[in-house]
Structure formats: C-alpha cells, structure tokens
C-alpha cells in the first residue's frame, strides 16, 4: 500500500524538496505552502500522515494540528519546525501531534518517521454486516435485529459475524463452529 502523505509547509523551496524526495521513496506526496490550504486538501482528501510546520499563513499549524487530533479518526501528525527547544516539543505533542522533528533535520530521519506513522496509521473502520433485518456492526461489537439491539455472548457475537462476513450462502464449518463454541474462547 502507497502511503499517502501531505507536506504543509509555507517555505516553498523546502516544502517542494520534501515532497520531491518523499516520492522518490515511492510515497504519494501534495504539497500545500500555508493553512487554509491545508484545511481544503484534509476536508477532500484522506492522508495517511501530515507534515506539518506550526507557523503557517492562513489557519496555523497548530490549529490543524488540534482539529486533527479532536476528530480522533484522521492521519498521524509529524511536526517540522524551526520551533526545536524542548518546551516547543512538548507542547507540540500536547496539542496532538504523533511526532515532533525540529528543523535542521536529516531527510533519511524524516523518511523513517513518516514510514513509523504511517504504518500506526488508522485503517478504515470495518463494514457494518447485514443479512435480512440483521445488522452487525463489528467495529462497535454490536448486532441488531430489526433495529433492536441483541445481547449476544462473545462467542454468539463472533459465530454472527463469522456467518454474515461469509460471501457465499451462510455455512460454518464444524471446525469453526467447535473453535467458536469450545469453553477455552
């Protein structure tokens, strides 16, 4: 899988530099130079990892950065700034940021981070099941049947799942069906 990354930088020369050579490390790179430009591309777009400087033109870093954060369900965030004393740091990673690389920086180090976050990156939620008027939501753990909510046991719960995520027509085998039900799960 390609990771996806967007640079916010308002320094253009660098800002370009890293987009350019993230692609050669085979990542799928855009590159924004202030905040408000950052904030369109994060509404339409779904990123893996943002390279984000603090002080930006437009919506600020930080702000971003805590927006990102308070939706919970967006990509990790790597701060790049000038911003490098310890204090700055901290208060880069309280306001939400998964990462924080003081500028001057080693390009090979960036590319190490951005593959660290990228791989903790949040995966899509799975599907909701259904079958008839069954609703299974796995991400949840919660199944329904005819909007009513059921109360099913762990192991009724994983069977109910097993048998709604089948492709074809319904069928548990008995192997499944013993490692469902036995007493150890």
């Known amino acids: 899988m390609q990771v996806k990354v967007l640079v916010v930088e308002d320094f253009e020369v660098l800002a370009r530099s890293i987009g350019t050579g993230l692609r050669r490390e085979g990542m799928a790179v855009d590159v924004v130079l202030d905040g408000t430009d950052a904030v369109a591309r994060l509404a339409g777009t779904r990123y893996d990892v943002v390279i984000l400087d603090r002080d930006l033109p437009g919506v600020g870093g930080d702000e971003i950065c805590r927006r990102l954060a308070g939706d919970g369900s967006g990509p990790r965030v790597l701060m790049l700034t000038a911003a490098g004393a310890i204090e700055d740091r901290v208060e880069g990673l309280s306001l939400g940021a998964d990462d924080y690389l003081p500028k001057p920086f080693a390009f090979a180090e960036l590319v190490a981070r951005v593959r660290a976050l990228a791989r903790r990156a949040t995966r899509p939620l799975p599907p909701t099941l259904s079958c008839g008027d069954i609703t299974l939501d796995p991400a949840r753990r919660a199944a329904f049947r005819a ?28 192997r499944q069906n013993e490692a469902l039900t036995s007493p150890s799960t």
């Not at 719960?157 to 085998?173: G, K, W």
């Open 147 to 174: 909007g009513r909510r059921l109360e099913l046991s762990p192991k009724e719960f994983a069977l109910l799942e097993c048998l709604l995520a089948a492709r074809s027509p319904p069928a548990v085998t008995r």
